[in-house]
């Protein structure tokens, strides 16, 4: 069964091996070919040169993957990674014979012993990884991609920092050569054990028919798409700068500082941490941003971490605990920067590339790798010997080095800012996010929400991210928006209420749910779409404005509001006028106040004409009127008052028409405004407000203030809303309601208010 048909326990099973596999991988690796090799190579006092040739040669692995495809067309992708993993440690054997070699006073048969060792270990090990990219693709199928795939960097440093951690100790100060062949033996069965767990994998998908494609058409046909051909020079560079500035950090560790074995080992555990924490941070953060900002941030950090090389004084090489506190730091930032951009590079990549050319094109990807890193550590290595053959210190032969490697960088940032997005949120607002607490946050509670399986849980989690809106919870909350429990469907619903923004994915959501959820969560559907403006639900929710499902109707006359959709108000009102239900006909009287049209006032009369409104329902409908004449916000307290005190309501009116009046007095009765022929009929005004005032709300008697409404300046007022409220003074029925006189006698103030700024300021 391959991977791509398993079921979610199968595949849980399997990465669980492969998991473990990891592990005593990444305990081989480190005992055998990590820093330990270089360290024994400088006790043998091997040259630069030689160095640099030792790392090139892990590269130079990358070179036989063409034969481990050739393989696996005839064998079983993970028969031949099972078959080269365990061969490839066994290949180390001649390394562990070395220092029993240079203790008979054979150093130069050591050296060859080592040179041959590690080129049968990268030998098998490039046959093998021909495998790599299929098994792990397989493994890492699912919404979770990206995560798995860092959770295998995280493992791979957690079990480097724990191996490094042991071969320091047991190197310590002054080690015997036999101490590397002890660690070495260690390595080779950590070695065999991890080809023998690796049988246990499925078998990933082979190509679609078995297909042959030559080499030279892999390169053809990778260099033919102009964002694929991008991200491998961008990687070629990126490859070459991280393998020479990490490789060449144990030499410039003992020849610059004359650090110790068991310092150096030190300083290689303080590098994976740093692996392990960008291997977090990467877990965290890769599925909600993406991996190209991930990719530039990661650079941008190994290009900061080899600035201090250049600039380091040479006056502080004897101060030991600077000399420890800076390699330290120096070990923890260059492997935090440069790995975690080659493990998002690889995450990069396979998001990059269709899963049919998986194969070839991951054969390209590390020969591309192979290249850059071989070519690049050799030369550092031939560039420090031609330096120090020209009488240069090795202090300055190593800050030239860091200097080229600095340039190479700052170029290759330049150049990934053009890689194709895949989806990536944009680089600044990625930096937005990972400095945002509440992005932060919100990510930490998706997370959380993947991992949970109580649907109570889940609806504490949903109330949270309704506390702490963020747009990169959009796909999570989608995905429990369709949840079976209709709780959860709610919650989802509420916290996806609270973001700035939708995508077209999630306003596909939301219409879809209109259609298929009425009596459930459709109403919140239409809540939403009006607060963020899908004027292409405005066709449905029309429709919706009728339903028998009275929420669903009501809201989706609101969301109309917001649209500004005029053209419909004339069905909406006859709709309300027609309706029994209290609800309905609040939602849609605030439907009415959104839409701010005077002509709607009349309607709004009408409602309160109804034989004992319910006195909810009249609050909402004067407030709805306080929309439409603009006061909305300064009569909503006034209400508030009177609903405390009722019988304060000719005080409440009479203050507001005192208040008015005073304000006319305080502004323009003086010197300069008197002699202005628009000031008499203002002073008219302002002078019989509070009669009329009066004459409503003590004796219900509007025919004075309806006058002084009439004979109000059209250019001060719309005339539809003259003609309503003055008619509506004279209506016995209608001026009976307190809460109405209040509020004309209220609008009434205002618009002297009004009429007093515009005078005031030369209008």
């Known amino acids: 069964m391959s991977a791509a048909a398993l079921s979610p326990y199968h595949l849980g099973k399997a990465r669980e091996t492969y998991n473990l596999f990891n592990v005593f991988n990444a305990l081989s690796w480190n005992f055998l070919v990590g820093s330990i090799i270089t360290l024994l190579a400088m006790r043998l006092h091997a040259s630069s040169t030689y160095l640099g040739l030792i790392n090139a040669i892990l ?9 481990g495809k050739i393989l696996s067309r005839r064998f079983s992708i993970i028969g031949v990674f099972s078959f080269a993993w365990t061969w490839r440690a ?7 014979i070395a220092p029993i070699a240079a203790a008979a006073g054979h150093r130069d048969l050591a050296l060859v012993l080592i040179l041959l060792g590690v080129s049968l270990f990268h030998v098998t090990r490039g046959v093998g990884m021909i495998g790599n990219n299929p098994i792990l693709n397989e493994m890492a199928m699912g919404p979770d991609r990206g995560s798995y795939m860092t959770q295998i960097q995280i493992i791979n440093s957690a079990v480097g920092m724990f191996s490094g951690f042991i071969v320091a100790m047991v190197l310590g100060r002054e080690p015997s050569l036999f101490l590397y062949s002890l660690i070495m033996s260690g390595g080779i069965a950590c070695g065999i054990l991890s080809g023998r767990l690796i049988r246990k994998v499925p078998e990933p998908p082979v190509e679609e028919g078995g297909r042959k494609i030559q080499f030279a058409g892999i390169f053809r046909k990778a260099f033919s798409q102009p964002g694929l051909r991008r991200f491998m020079g961008i990687l070629f560079i990126v490859a070459l700068v991280s393998g020479v500035s990490r490789a060449f950090l144990v030499v410039y560790s003992r020849e610059v500082f004359m650090q110790n074995d068991g310092m150096v080992s030190l300083y290689s555990v303080f590098g994976g941490l740093g692996n392990l924490m960008i291997g977090l941070l990467i877990k965290f953060l890769v599925d909600r941003i993406g991996a190209k900002p991930i990719f530039i941030i990661c650079t941008i950090i190994g290009l900061a971490s080899m600035i201090p090389i250049v600039f380091f004084p040479m006056n502080a090489i004897g101060n030991m605990t600077t000399v420890i506190l800076f390699l330290t730091f ?11 951009a080659e493990g998002i590079a690889q995450t990069y990549f396979l998001g990059l590339v269709p899963g049919e050319m998986m194969l070839d094109m991951g054969i390209l990807y590390f020969l591309v790798f192979g290249v850059a890193g071989a070519g690049g550590s050799f030369l550092a290595g031939l560039l420090l010997d031609i330096l120090s053959a020209a009488g240069l210190s090795t202090f300055w032969n190593f800050k030239i080095l860091y200097t080229i490697l600095i340039g190479l960088t700052s170029f290759v940032i330049v150049l990934q800012k053009n890689m194709t997005p895949l989806g990536a949120l944009p680089f600044l607002n990625a930096l937005k996010v990972m400095f945002s607490f509440r992005d932060l946050q919100a990510i930490s509670i998706l997370e959380r929400l993947n991992k949970t399986r109580d649907s109570h849980e ?23 928006a369709r949840s079976p429990r209709l709780a959860v469907r709610l919650e989802s619903l509420r916290a996806m209420e609270t973001l700035k923004t939708l995508g077209e994915d999630a306003e596909k959501a939301l219409i879809q749910d209109l259609i298929n959820n009425p009596y459930t969560t459709a109403y919140i559907s239409a809540r939403i779409l009006g607060n963020h403006g899908c004027f292409s639900a405005i066709p449905l929710l029309r429709e919706l404005a009728a339903s ?20 419909f108000r004339p069905q909406m009102e006859q709709i309300i006028l027609g309706a029994s239900n209290p609800r309905l006909k609040i939602m849609g009287v605030e439907a009415f106040g959104i839409y701010g049209s005077p002509n709607s006032l009349s309607v709004l009369m009408d409602i309160l004409r109804v034989t004992d409104p319910p006195p909810y329902l009249r609050d909402e409908v004067v407030l709805a009127m306080a929309a439409i004449l603009d006061t909305q916000n300064q009569f909503y307290p006034i209400l508030a008052h009177y609903l405390e005190e009722p019988p304060l309501a000719a005080i409440l009116a009479m ?21 202005k022929s628009s000031f008499a009929v203002i002073s008219k005004h302002a002078k ?27 250019s001060l007022c719309h005339a539809v809303v003259q003609l309503v409220l003055s008619e509506t003074l004279l209506d016995d029925e209608l001026s009976s309601h307190d809460r109405l006189r209040l509020l004309i006698v209220h609008w009434a103030s205002y618009e002297l208010r009004l009429w007093t700024k515009r005078l005031k300021g030369g209008t």
């Open 59 to 67: 590269y130079f692995s990358f070179f036989f993957l063409p034969l």
């Open 90 to 96: 066994i290949g180390m054997a001649p390394v562990v």
């Open 330 to 340: 120096l070990s923890f930032v260059l492997n935090f920067g440069f790995l975690g």
């Open 458 to 480: 889940e609806e504490l989690l949903l109330g949270a991210l309704h506390d702490a809106p963020s747009q990169l919870a959009i796909k999570g909350l989608l995905e429990r």
């Open 548 to 567: 028998t499902d009275y929420m669903l109707a009501g809201e989706s006359m609101i969301a109309l509001a917001r649209l500004g959709d005029h053209a």
């Open 655 to 675: 203050d507001e028409a005192e208040a008015a009046v005073e304000f006319f007095n305080a502004s323009l009765v003086r010197k300069g405004f008197r002699k």
């Open 688 to 714: 019989s407000l509070e009669a009329a005032s009066a004459a409503l709300v003590r004796d219900t008697n509007g025919a004075l203030l309806s006058r002084w409404i009439l004979e109000l300046p059209e």
